[in-house]
């Protein structure tokens, strides 16, 4: 007994065993509740054809991999896999250089870089279906803005949204102006971090602005920018709600679906609950394999 | 040639002026230390010369050059700054090519111009770390080697030493100035301790209020300080300085109620100004026990001691003096240590009296 009770004595050393029987209970329901059992139940939907409406026991039936085999298989599911990679792409290639430069532009503290600051971030504070919204209205070939520039140039009427081949590159334009404020607001707070002294030591050893952004405050700022890489990939894979407003359905052809969008179309809208999981299953796994793989190799090194 | 020369530079930010008319010139090869308390405008006048503060009024000349409108990095300076400013993702070796680099050197003549570099500081085994793995004194010879290998026409140093635990700053301090006499590079050097300016120093700058106070010598400012300001901020202990007068003939100084003659070398100042108020002061080393001197010229103070601080070599003693209703520091001999609360009287040596106008504060015109 005594032992048992020195043992305690230790463990419990600034009140580590008591905080942990206090407040590991009430997060680890939660987050049980709310995390692990859904994620478990749709793992175990993905293996059945069942439409949600009646107990799986009596209406569903098990398919083992075909649901799998199914979506691998399924145009639509490449394209939007596609459409997905090109979010990213574009994020890596214009969305973050963008947010870069206008950070580095407005970085310093101004009264009016904070007007700047205020528009350039006012997309993001937008909810992302009002965002949609408004950009379907631009979109709009009768009486949107881009009706009044074809209108200007006497063009015939056109329909970014309901054109095959342009309808995922508006919605690219739309993630663009929606989040490069999110990111750029992230590399003024890394920016703000360095320090006056290494910017006036570099000048003095001759360096020009853009020589100093390149070669001092980019790699001072490396922390944040691959923060900011991962919430953008994290973002694209989740990417739903402001494609709703602006194309129906995945758009002409399915061409707009994104992951999400897909496994909405396909699993909601045609009440396929053991197809969808399917599909959020694949998205869960794409998810955690990119988030530990980008922890483990680029987040953990210090570089 | 790389003189510098201050003709009559303002610096303000909005109403506020930090410096007020500036004349100051540094000589070709001279380490010139511009030193005063915090806020003085001292920095500012450093970064005005390197280019990092622009300047209101007046002209700054480096060289045959006006460069108040000329980019720091055209300007051939280099800055050793309080923090180092040390580029924390690059090597020592990156660090302190940087500059060369910059300036499209060949790769090899960069190499041989790092390595000697590192030699003269004793950073060779150094150069592969960066600059979190190294200590602050480390970190020092860091920022200094990247100022030397580009052998700029000036040096500037923004308190270099002030991060440096006290050892390591005497040492270092010893290390700088004899670099730049062998450098033979302008040098100008910001500090706010008088001992480092005495020690560095060809000349001095005193600053304060963003007024130039005195520019000399570090003996010129400590044998005859042009004000009371400069009189009290060089030398330590503090000068001691009492209020007093002269009499109306001229012959006699009182301060409260002791009074003695005119030493020989103020006899036709205090002719001058006979009957005004004035600024005694007598530094503590002139300042001693009765018993422990042989001067000629004296004038006794009595009181009772107050506080007595050992310094090993000698003695500091605080004496509260009757009829002077102030504290007097002086100096005494380590084996002759008093106690607080003894009676004890002092000596001041006359001949090194030195004398500020009331008003003014101006030193007498001797």
């Known amino acids: 007994m005594g032992r048992l009770r020195d043992w305690l004595y230790v463990q419990n050393t600034g009140g580590r065993l008591t905080t942990l029987l206090l407040f590991l209970p009430p997060a680890l329901m939660i987050f049980t509740l709310f995390a692990i059992l859904p994620i478990a139940e749709s793992g175990l939907y993905s293996f059945y054809n069942w439409n949600g409406f009646v107990p799986l026991a009596d209406g569903g039936r098990w398919v083992g991999l075909r649901n799998y085999e199914q979506i691998l298989g399924h145009s639509v599911f490449h394209q939007a896999v596609w459409n997905t990679a090109r979010i990213v792409i574009i994020s890596m290639l214009i969305q973050l250089p963008l947010a870069m430069v206008l950070a580095m532009l407005i970085a310093s503290k101004s009264a009016v870089n904070n007007v700047f600051r205020l528009i350039f971030f006012l997309p993001f504070i937008l909810a992302d279906v009002v965002a949609g919204l408004i ?122 679906h994104t992951i999400v969008t897909y496994l909405y179309e396909y699993g909601i809208v045609r009440s396929r609950v053991g197809f969808g999981s399917a599909v959020g299953v694949i998205l869960f796994l794409v998810c955690v394999v990119f988030a530990f793989t980008y922890q483990r190799y680029v987040m953990a090194s210090h570089k | 040639m790389a003189d510098i020369e201050f003709k009559k530079v303002v610096k303000s930010y909005g109403d506020v002026k930090v410096i007020k008319s500036l004349d100051l010139s540094i000589k070709d090869k001279e380490f010139m230390v511009l030193v005063g308390p915090s806020g003085c405008g001292k920095s500012t006048t450093l970064r005005m010369i390197a280019g990092l503060e622009e300047i209101t009024e007046g002209d700054l000349f480096i060289g045959e050059r006006r460069v108040n409108n000329v980019h720091p990095k055209d300007r051939d300076v280099a800055m050793v700054f309080q923090s180092y400013a040390l580029y924390p993702h690059m090597s020592v070796r990156e660090n302190i090519a940087f500059g060369l680099r910059l300036r499209k050197m060949p790769k090899d003549e960069i190499d041989t111009l790092v390595d000697e570099a590192a030699k003269t500081l004793g950073l060779t085994p150094l150069l592969d770390r960066k600059p979190k793995a190294l200590s602050g004194g480390q970190r020092q010879r860091v920022a200094l080697g990247r100022a030397i290998v580009r052998k700029p026409s000036v040096f500037l140093f923004d308190e270099p030493l002030s991060n440096l635990d006290a050892e390591l700053r005497v040492q270092m301090r010893a290390e700088i100035a004899k670099l730049q006499k062998r450098l033979a590079i302008t040098s100008v050097y910001v500090t706010h301790d008088q001992v480092e300016a005495m020690t560095m120093g060809d000349r001095i700058a ?68 006979a009957g005004k108020p004035i600024h005694v002061g007598f530094r503590p080393e002139h300042t001693l026990p009765d018993d422990e001197h042989d001067w000629k010229n004296t004038a006794r103070l009595s009181g009772h001691v107050d506080i007595v601080e050992t310094l090993g070599h000698e003695v500091v003693v605080y004496v509260t003096i009757e009829g002077l209703d102030k504290r007097v520091i002086a100096k005494a001999d380590v084996h002759k240590t008093p106690t607080p609360g003894d009676a004890m009287s002092v000596d001041v040596n006359l001949d090194e009296l030195h004398l500020f106008d009331g008003e003014t504060d101006e030193r007498l015109s001797s």
């Open chain 1, 135 to 256: 950009w379907r209205f631009i979109y709009d070939g009768n009486y949107g803005l881009v009706a009044a520039i074809t209108h200007l140039f006497g063009l015939e009427p056109f329909y970014p949204l309901a054109d095959q081949s342009w309808a995922f590159n508006a919605i690219l334009v739309v993630v663009v102006w929606k989040y490069f404020g999110y990111h750029m607001m992230i590399y003024i707070a890394g920016l703000q971090s360095v320090s006056d002294d290494l910017i006036e030591a570099a000048k003095l050893d001759g360096a020009t602005p853009i020589q100093i952004a390149l070669r001092i405050k980019l790699p001072l700022i490396w922390p944040a920018i691959r923060l900011s890489i991962f919430f953008s990939v994290i973002g694209a894979l989740q990417f739903f709600e402001m494609a709703v407003p602006l194309v129906q359905s995945g758009g002409p052809g399915g061409s707009a």
């Open chain 2, 206 to 273: 005193v600053l304060h209020d963003g007024d130039l106070r005195q520019v000399g010598t570090p003996l010129e400012l400590y044998d005859t300080p042009a004000n009371l300001f400069v009189a009290q901020f060089i030398g330590t202990p503090n000068m001691n300085v009492a209020k007093g007068n002269i009499s109306e003939d001229g012959s006699k100084i009182s301060i409260g109620s002791i009074e003695f003659a005119v030493p020989a070398k103020w006899k036709d100042a205090c002719k001058a100004n």
